[in-house]
């Protein structure tokens, strides 16, 4: 079981989905508003994962030296409707991920 954040860009919805892992929202949390620099901080032996829509958070910070990994979901559009479809691929990733490692999963880009 992981200690996952989810960004405040994503729907809270996702926290059931995740429901296997200990899930907290950045607003949960009273961490609005505050940049990812200072929220990796924050994180720091209280999450094990970041979960985000930020697709530029790993070239804009040092994501190597980070104690907890990072879960980049690329969508169209962070509702829960674009969301929803990748959960069985982000609960694989939560099953995988260390400590400073980002992957992506990349959902539909444009809908039909």
């Excluded at 954040?5 to 508003?33: F, I, M, Y």
């Excluded at 509702?79 to 999963?105: D, F, M, T, W």
Aim: glycine content about 6%; some cysteine.
């Amino acid at each position: 079981m992981k200690k996952v954040l989810l960004d405040e860009c994503l729907p809270a919805q996702l926290k059931r989905e995740l429901a296997e892992h200990q899930v907290r929202t950045v607003r949960n949390q009273g961490w609005s508003g505050i940049k990812n620099g200072q929220l990796l901080a924050l994180m720091k032996f209280r999450f094990d994962v970041f979960i985000t829509v930020d697709s530029n958070l790993e070239y804009q910070q040092n994501t190597n030296d980070l104690s907890i990994g990072i879960i980049v979901l690329e969508v169209f559009q962070n509702s829960i409707k674009y969301v929803r479809p990748l959960v069985p691929e982000i609960l694989v990733a939560l099953n995988h991920i260390r400590p400073g490692q980002v992957i992506r999963i990349e959902g539909k880009k444009k809908p039909r």
